[in-house]
T-cell receptor
Framework: DAGVTQSPTHLIKTRGQQVTLRCSPI?????VSWYQQVLGQGPQFIFQ???????GRGNFPDRFSARQFPNYSSELNVNALLLGDSALYLC??????????????FGSGTQLSVL | GDSVTQMEGPVTLSEEAFLTINCTYT??????LFWYVQYPGEGLQLLLK?????DKGSNKGFEATYRKETTSFHLEKGSVQVSDSAVYFC?????????FGTGTSLTVIP
């Protein structure tokens, strides 16, 4: 079975640009979360979506937005990129409806570099 | 707010040495506690977890006990191997949000 897949794996953008990152959860998982991992730090929570609705939001500016599609895949959008947005963006899926709230499976991430 | 503080690295050990990575937490309510491992170029993988006080999580020779009285969840392994070289993250789950520590890099040398 495929795990959590993210695309692209690497991305280079310049300041002020916009970026869209994509995530496909494990088959059967209805919840997707996004995390930002700056080099040398632990992942920081950005968003959680369940059944296409936002269920949680971390302390990130409005330049960050996300959505979940009917097939449970998700996109993370970041507008007006700043140098400080350079990080590894991790997507994680879980199956909340089976009591699997704690079973979080991570993708390999998208490495975003802002120049 | 909820948070996790873990021992800073990097940690370098010889093969078969004993490993301890300290982790303490601050949380309202009764969080679940986790250790995740990240190998180079990969995403995070769940190593072990504990959902209530005095629970012991274990996997691949690693152990951690949920200590409510000391708000700790220290990771231990009796004999590390070269293949254990990775970054280890302590985390807590409060509500639907995970809070991660800053990670501890472990290098095991033959």
């Amino acid at each position: 079975d495929a795990g959590v897949t993210q695309s692209p794996t690497h991305l280079i953008k310049t300041r002020g640009q916009q970026v869209t990152l994509r995530c496909s959860p494990i088959s059967g998982h209805k919840s997707v979360s996004w995390y930002q991992q700056v080099l040398g730090q632990g992942p920081q929570f950005i968003f959680q979506y369940y059944e296409k609705e936002e269920r949680g939001r971390g302390n990130f500016p409005d330049r960050f937005s996300a959505r979940q599609f009917p097939n449970y895949s998700s996109e993370l959008n970041v507008n007006a990129l700043l140098l400080g947005d350079s990080a590894l963006y991790l997507c994680a899926s879980s199956s909340l409806n089976q009591g699997g709230r704690e079973k979080l499976f991570f993708g390999s991430g998208t490495q975003l570099s802002v120049l | 707010g909820d948070s996790v503080t873990q021992m800073e690295g990097p940690v370098t050990l010889s093969e078969e040495a004993f490993l301890t990575i300290n982790c303490t937490y601050t949380a309202t309510g009764y969080p679940s506690l986790f250790w995740y491992v990240q190998y180079p170029g990969e995403g995070l993988q769940l190593l072990l977890k504990a959902t209530k006080a005095d629970d012991k999580g274990s996997n691949k020779g690693f152990e951690a006990t949920y200590r409510k009285e000391t708000t700790s969840f220290h990771l231990e392994k009796g004999s590390v191997q070269v293949s254990d070289s990775a970054v280890y993250f302590c985390a807590l789950l409060s509500g639907n949000q995970f809070y991660f520590g800053t990670g501890t890099s472990l290098t095991v040398i033959p």
